[in-house]
């Protein structure tokens, strides 16, 4: 079995500014820095350990949307236009699209084709614990937390680099929020039912 889902370097991986600002300080690739240089090609590229903060970020978030109201109609002003929009849901449905294509493209392995995503559904999203995972996935412990590993990293990777906005909670939603309708005030719905 390949589980080698680790995605090449590639030329436009050049480090951030704010990698130093999301590095892990316990990091032995970056020291804490963010970036690290690689011994057969010269420059400095982001390290891995700021591609898995920015994962985890984005899944607090996308836990944080799951957990609002659901259906909730938010009155945005964006651009000096007034609109109506659901960013919890939209956030939602991009990360879930997001992750399924970015592991459908570096999944690699013989008999477990969809590991990386099984993975990424039972114990990002659903919260499974280690062991239950392993369990169910029948797969053993240092199998589970590579793929845990390799999974952040991709997943961190395409959220930062997602164009034309990246997933990462700061630069998703660039609109300021003047009010929040519940959603049995909901002037989309209802004017879709024809009850404004």
């Not at 959220?159 to 998703?172: A, E, K, N, S, V």
Request: proline share 5%.
């Amino acid at each position: 079995m390949n589980i080698n889902l680790r995605p090449a370097q590639t030329v436009l991986d050049t480090p951030t500014v704010s990698a130093l600002a999301m590095a892990d300080g316990r990091c032995t690739q970056c020291n804490g820095l963010g970036t690290r240089t690689l011994r057969k090609r010269a420059g400095a590229f982001t390290c891995r350990c700021v591609y898995r903060k920015v994962f985890r970020a984005c899944l607090a978030k996308y836990r944080e949307c799951r957990g609002s109201q659901p259906g909730a109609v938010v009155l945005l002003l964006v651009g000096g236009q007034p609109s109506y929009g659901r960013p919890e849901e939209d956030y939602l449905a991009d990360f879930d699209l997001v992750a399924r294509r970015a592991l459908a493209a570096y999944e690699r392995g013989e008999d477990q084709d969809d590991l990386p995503l099984q993975v990424f559904r039972l114990h990002h999203v659903q919260g499974c614990q280690w062991s239950e995972a392993c369990r169910r996935l029948g797969i053993d412990r240092g199998t589970f937390f590579h793929t845990v590993y390799a999974v952040e990293e991709i997943l961190g990777r395409a959220f930062l680099t997602l164009q034309p906005y990246i997933l990462f909670p700061r630069g998703y939603f660039t609109g300021r929020v003047i009010d929040r309708l519940p959603a049995l005030h909901n002037p989309i719905w209802n004017a879709r039912e024809g009850k404004l």
